[in-house]
Structure formats: C-alpha cells, structure tokens
C-alpha cells in the first residue's frame, strides 16, 4: 500500500483555488502575507535544555497574564495580553486587514469586468479564431488560446496587483523588497502560472471534448490530481524559485525541534532554514513533503524575532498539519467543493451559451472563446463561497492550535506570537467578521485557547483551589 504523509501549510490549498482563478482569469486577492515590524524583538536564549515539559515559559517579566496562585482566569488573562498591544499599532494592523476585505471585492469586480469585456468585445471570439488559423491540432489552439489569454488577463489586471501586492505592502511596513527585486519574481510566478495554467487549461479542454455533458465529473478528477500536484510538489521544485533553503546550523534550536518531530512520528533529521527575509517580515515556518521529501522549514523572520517558546509553539503548530493528515483532508474537501463549483458551473455555462452564445461568438463547453464566461461564473462562485472555504481551513487551523499548545505547552509563546501576527491580521474581530474572513483564528481566540489551557494545566501545587478541595495524596 502506498503511504503518502504529506502536509504543507494550510494556506496552499488556497493557493491552488487562487491557482485555479487565475487559470480561469480571476485575479483573486491573495491574503495579507507579511508581518509588521517586530512588535518586541526577543533575543534566543542561548541555552534551552531541550524537552522539560510545563517549564518553558514561566511568566516572563513580559507576560502581562501573571499566574497568581488562586488560578488564572483566562478571559481577564486573554484582554491582558491583547491590551499590551499600543493603540497606534492596532489601528495600523487593524486598516490594514480591513482594507484586505475591499481588496476582495475589488479583484473579483475587476476580474468578472475583464471576463465580460473579452467576450462582449468579441476578443475572445477573435484570440480564438487566430488559434485555429494558426493550427488544425486542438491541443496547439488551447496552448495558444490559453498563453494569450493568461498574458492579456495578467497585463489587464497590472495595476490592482502592483497596489496590492508592492506599494500596499510597502506602505504599512510590511515588504522588504525594492521594485526590480518584486518584478522580477513576478515574471517567475508569470512564468510559472504560464506553463501550469496551460497545462491545465490543455487536460481541461480534452475533457470537455471527450464528454461536453459529463465533464463536471472528470473535470473535478482532473482539479484534484492538478491540486495534488500544486499541493505537494510544488514546495520542493517551486518554492526554491524565489528563496534559499539551507540547514539550519543552530542545535539549541533545532534539536528541541527534532525533539517534538521523534515525540509525534515525523520522519526528519534535519531542520531547514528559508531566507523569507527576502520579500517580507512575516514570521512563519512550514512541514511539507512527501514521503522521503518531508521537510521542516523555519523562516529567518521566526529565527529573528521569536525565542525558543514561541518558535515551539509555531513548531508544533505545523507539526499539527502534518500528525492531523490535514493535507490529505483538505484535498478532499476541495475535491467536494469543486465538485458542486463544476456541476453549477455547468448549468449556467449551457444557460449563458444559449442565450448570449451567438453575440458573442462561444459555440459551446469545448469552444476556447467561452474561457472568460467559464472564468467569470467560477469566481462569481468562489467569491460567494469566501466565508465557507475561509472557515474551512480555518477550523482545521484551530485542529492545529489544539495541536500545537498541547505538543509544545507554550500557552505565554502561543499569546505572544499571535500578538506578531497581528501586525497584519486584525487582532479582536466581531464574530461574523471572523466567520466571513478569516482563514485562520483571530489573535484573541488564538490567545484565548492559549490561556484557557494554562488555566487548566497548572501544576497541583499552583492551584490552591484544586489543592484544597485534595488535601492529601491518596497514592492510589
Ligand atoms: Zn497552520
């Protein structure tokens, strides 16, 4: 039996849905990717002595959650924590993050524009034509169909992405590149949309060929091995396209790493290191791979700017996706919602074609000319199913936290790298806003979680109340 252990963070499932948009001409907004200037730059102890459970994280002098000896109450610890944040800094992270909220509505009105100007204008009627006066093979016309089309929609949508992606970034602190540097990745990740995006949009059209009422099915077949592919292979061949990984040199930290990795079956020897330093001051670190391929990796932002607990409890975070399967699962739930995406895509594809196919010169599924109409009613239908995708990965999210705070028992570094994430993630959302657009835990439930299992750890001899209520040792 073949035994895949794969995981990556959860965060490249939307990468392949954002993958999947931008093949069908939806310039999605990507999420905020980058964390704020370092809110409390804590140097890495020298010496930790691996693995003593429950002793990490004392409450240090900057822990505003101190545990008294009747018992922590985790709401008043949880509003601590979050009030040690100076105003001026969350109204920054917090303008930031609700601007991401417009920026979605933004892209999706500019890609369904872009859709319905090439279809209406009879450009795509015409892009296909001259495919097919190029060449009689079909494969050759969609190859030409599609790199045209992917060009045209990228070069049409410059602008929004220049906004968002550089001088938004760079105008809340968050990006470290110059715009040569930022450009010159870009023609990479154009490069690489090109070769994949065709690749796809190649099998895609082959279905719709060979079964122009069934291709929903095979078509959502073809998503999910695509998916796998973007998922679990584009870590290792993709990722060293734009940043250095090198094994991380430092035993005090690795090995408490290597520590919780043996602890939970994670098969590693070594911990990576990535120059994410490069493009971005956020803070994270991944597990991915598969099979022989499973690979931890830290960025230098964590490496920089986190101390042993808090690079533990991210640790464990990510260690979490990779014991809990969640690759495998979020695969097939992807698999689900493209699923129900294709099938509805389908009726209302046959709908427009009837109604308008003629105008605009689609003579049905297997027509290049009809991409944008396909593009457009895709991400008409990815963007209403934002709050249900966001709350789907961030559920599983949570799966890691849980994960996480029990593997690493580090509620303090827990509460305190939530506070750096939220540089750019709004720290204490309403409930709808977090249900609607957040793809992870708030910083508060984070927090929370965080302190509701410190309230619920302490050692005996801290809880005066339990020790009350237990006086003697029973030895039983
Ligand atoms: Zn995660």
Known sequence: MLCLHVITDVVLVKKFLVLIAIVSGFVTASMPVSLGETPARTSIP??????????????????????????LDPGAATQAWLDSVPQEKREKSDAYFEGGYWLLLWNYLLAAGISIFLLSSGISARLRDFSERLTRYKTLQITCYGVLYLLLVYVVSFPLNIYEHFFREHQYGLATQSFPAWFREQLIGLGVTLMGGTIFLIVLYAVFRRAPKTWWIWGTAVAVVFSFFVLFIAPVFIDPLFNTYKPLTKPEISEPILAMARANQIPVKQVFEVDASRQTTRVSANVSGILGTTRIALNDNLLNQCNVPEIRAVMAHEMGHYVLNHGAKLLTYLGIFVLIGFALTRI??????????????VRGIADPAGLPLLALIFSTLLFLATPFLNTVVRVTEREADAFGINTAREPDGMAKVALKLG????????PLEEFIFYDHPSGRARIRMAMDWKAANLSPGENSKYESQNPKQTGE
């Open 46 to 71: 020298s010496a930790i002595s691996g693995d003593t459970a429950g002793k990490f994280s004392g409450p240090g002098k900057e822990s505003p959650a101190l545990r008294e000896s009747t018992g």
């Open 423 to 430: 540089a750019y993630r709004k720290l204490n959302p309403t």
């Open 348 to 361: 209302l594809f046959d709908a427009a074609a009837r109604r308008w196919g003629q105008k605009w010169g």
